[in-house]
């Protein structure tokens, strides 16, 4: 796993073969990022389904209830099939434009 670190926002990139050794992995650093906005980076998987993702709710629920961005990107599946408890874009910069729109909403209150 692969930390990058700019402007209060962590970019998560994996190195493992598994989507569950990636979140384990995440759930071991997070002391290191608990207070940045986070986006992971699931492009380097070749293939993605919606319950591989899934696997991320628990730590993106944690994350966002601390009043902090956790954004997934990948354009592997149909985004129309993520729950509500995950926020899934299909590119970095678009990441990046949700975790700007969300500090807005937190600096106005919502």
Avoid: C, W
């Avoid at 980076?41 to 696997?55: A, R």
């Amino acid at each position: 796993m692969i930390l990058d670190s700019s402007n209060g926002i962590v970019t998560i990139t994996q190195q493992t073969e598994t989507i569950a050794d990636l979140v384990q992995q995440i759930y071991d650093a997070y002391p290191k990022f608990k207070n940045d906005n986070v986006i992971v980076s699931l492009s380097g998987f070749k293939t993605l389904v919606l319950d591989d993702v899934l696997h991320f709710i628990l730590i993106s629920t944690k994350h966002r209830s601390k009043k902090h961005s956790f954004v997934i990107v990948t354009d592997k599946f149909n985004l129309n099939d993520v729950p509500d408890e995950l926020i899934i874009v299909p590119t970095i910069q678009e990441a990046i434009d949700i975790i700007e729109m969300e500090e807005m909403e937190r600096d106005l209150g919502f």
